[in-house]
């Protein structure tokens, strides 16, 4: 490897950069090395100051792997935008359709005797945005995706260059045509082979017919592919069957019936759903529309005899079994040790704090920026209390889904998001659709493996699952209507959000509207920290600024609260340090007024100190009863 070929690299426009060589560990294989920033923590270069010289970038190549940022001008880096078309095929079908797709900049892999590609990277137009895309099949896991947001390994250990030129500038929309049909053909190759024995015009009829009826591919380009996949199966009659293309075509335009996908997957026995990615867009809206059942008409009199079922609660009175609600708060308080304590109470049918658990349920806590080491470290630290005390726990009924369990099976960029942001208000459609289904999926497993009706969802956190504009009550919508809606499935739910500079729920106040409980949880001010022991100590003020099934009374009085490095909860009176000494000195005998305002630890006016005292009576805190020692 030579500084030229470095050289020749940053003439195309590639940002470049080293990365890992670390088949073994799949979290930091084919990522970039970090360096040092000025804030102490390790980033990649592009967020740094830190640009690669070429000897760095050879060594790179000669002892790791040599990567290209995507898109560096999203962090006003130099470089212009590429992509990477890549097949994941563990088949390596869909890699013998590869030669049809548009020569490039390509890297491949040896199997034995045969070289497949793998990668193809396209330079991107200006002004054009390309859009992550991803297949995944059922049984083989992922199949293809086009990488436009993070690295791609172009060359060093274990790269393969099989096409070293420029790539070529060409619209991401034109390579994805090439990526889902090659996808759709490749994955009805098995049961092509194995069920068409026979009758080879009348499947490619259908298959033709299928291509004319439901997509909008070019004529041209259905050809080139049906002649590949002739050659593939094995079929003489290569010219016959590509003939078939341009006469079905005529024949949808002349107004004929055709067949569809349908027929096809009847023909073949499958279920093709690659091919839901090429079809027209106005067949996939057709197939979108929902069929409606009126709303019923209920008068008073119907309305005073239906036989409602009351909310259970779970953890009482806090969450019930339909409820929808959120945690909010500044940064690092302690909002994830917060839901995450009530996550594994509520699965092993414990109380948390002096909050009931009435009734176990399965839970699913769904971390979208904790690495999952860090996860299982404060998890470790709140079972031990479980450990120590022989409190129940039932691991088999608490679940966990982080992006580090989403990168080890595949999933390069984590969670699909469950919310959106809209292009502009006359865009309608919902891009969060996906991420949500497969959360909601996932909670449909978990009933069936628990043999229960409900799980409790915990959502961590909204910035991070979600691509939306938090100040758009239009990007909030489709989320609250899905939250909504879940706890009607039996899927309650509680997402935890971040407070803004004003100490309210971040983004639109409209999201609040349809919560059931609301928890803040903010820091103490120095007049109300504790003097704990250890470094990984949590201690919080909890404020409720909803709290629909239980407002009014002493239920959503704010309280103090700690968790000490052995997951130990404590529960304190919303006091400052001075009423806990006041309150210690009481129980001690000491009623002497001036010798409790003048404690040092204490030290409060008199007007100030008989307010205070006032304050502990009412509360119940003291009483001018006899002293009695105890324990606060």
Not at 68 to 79: L, M, R, S, T, V
Not at 314 to 332: A, C, D, K, R, V
Not at 334 to 359: D, P, R
Request: some cysteine; aromatic content about 10%; charged content about 35%.
């Amino acid at each position: 490897m030579s500084i030229d070929k470095i050289k020749k690299y940053k003439e195309w426009g590639f940002n470049l950069t080293p990365a890992n060589y670390s088949p073994a560990d799949k979290t930091k294989d084919k990522r970039p090395i970090a360096v040092r920033n000025g804030d102490g923590k390790y980033h990649w270069n592009i967020r740094t100051k830190k640009v690669w010289s070429d000897e760095e970038l050879v060594k790179a190549v000669e002892t790791k792997r040599l990567a290209i940022y995507h898109n560096p001008e999203k962090y006003g880096a130099p470089g212009k935008q590429f992509f990477d078309a890549e097949s994941d095929d563990k088949t390596f079908r869909i890699n013998k359709y590869m030669e049809l797709w548009p020569d490039t900049f390509t890297i491949g892999k040896k199997i034995g005797k045969d070289l497949y590609p793998t990668h193809k990277i396209y330079e991107c137009p200006k002004d054009v945005k390309p859009k992550q895309y991803n297949y995944s099949h059922d049984i083989e896991g992922t199949k293809v995706e086009l990488l436009c947001s993070g690295v791609s390994v172009i060359d060093g250990l274990d790269r393969l260059i099989i096409n070293d030129m420029k790539p070529v500038e060409i619209d991401p929309k034109e390579i994805l045509r090439h990526i889902k049909l090659s996808t759709f053909l490749a994955e009805i190759e098995p049961d092509w082979k194995q069920k068409i024995t026979k009758k080879r015009d009348e499947a490619h009829l259908t298959l033709s017919a299928t291509l004319a009826k439901q997509t909008d591919l070019p004529t041209k380009l259905k050809e080139r592919y049906i002649e590949k996949f002739c050659k593939i199966m094995g079929d003489e009659e290569v010219s016959k069957r590509v003939a078939k293309v341009k006469q079905q075509e005529e024949a949808y335009k002349r107004g004929e019936e055709l067949q569809g996908i349908d027929a096809l997957a009847k023909l073949l026995g499958g279920n093709y759903k690659s091919f839901d990615k090429l079809k027209r867009a106005d067949l996939l809206e057709e197939e979108e529309e929902e069929t409606y059942i009126d709303y019923p008409l209920i008068n008073m009199s119907t309305f005073a005899n239906i036989k409602y079922k009351d909310p259970s609660y779970i953890l009482e009175p806090l969450y019930t079994e339909q409820s929808t609600n959120q945690i909010f708060g500044p940064p690092g308080v302690g909002k994830t040790i917060v839901a995450q304590s009530q996550s594994i109470a509520m699965s092993s049918g414990s109380n948390w704090l002096n909050y009931k658990c009435v009734k176990p349920i399965p839970t699913l806590y769904v971390e979208g920026e904790l690495p999952g080491s860090v996860l299982r470290q404060r998890q470790d630290t709140i079972l031990n209390d479980y450990f120590e005390k022989g409190k129940l726990h039932n691991p088999s009924w608490s679940f966990t889904l982080c992006r580090d369990d989403l990168e080890m099976v595949g999933l390069k960029y984590g969670f699909e998001p469950i919310a959106s942001h809209r292009l502009s208000d006359k865009d309608k459609k919902d891009y969060g659709r996906k991420g949500r289904k497969l959360i909601e999926d996932l909670c449909n497993k978990i009933k069936k493996q628990t043999n229960q009706e409900r799980v409790f969802l915990f959502l961590d956190n909204i910035t991070a699952l979600s691509d939306i504009d938090e100040n758009s009550a239009s990007d909030w919508t489709p989320l609250l209507q899905w939250t909504n809606t879940l706890k009607v499935r039996g899927v309650p739910n509680l997402h935890v959000h971040h407070a803004n500079k004003m100490g309210s729920s971040s983004g639109s106040s409209a999201k609040e509207r349809m919560l059931d409980t609301q928890i803040l949880v903010s820091a103490l001010g120095n007049d109300q920290r504790f003097d704990m022991k250890g470094e990984k100590n949590m201690q919080c003020k909890i404020s409720f600024t909803k709290a629909r099934n239980f407002g009014g009374g002493n239920w959503d009085k704010p309280f103090l609260c700690t968790m000490d490095q052995n997951g130990v909860w404590k529960r304190y009176s919303d006091l400052k340090n001075c009423d806990f000494r006041i309150i210690k000195l009481w129980k001690d005998g000491v009623r002497d007024i001036e010798e409790l305002r003048k404690d040092k630890d204490v030290n409060l006016g008199k007007s100030t100190f008989y307010k205070h005292l006032k304050v502990l009576k009412d509360e119940k805190l003291i009483s001018d009863d006899k002293p009695e020692k105890e324990e606060f």
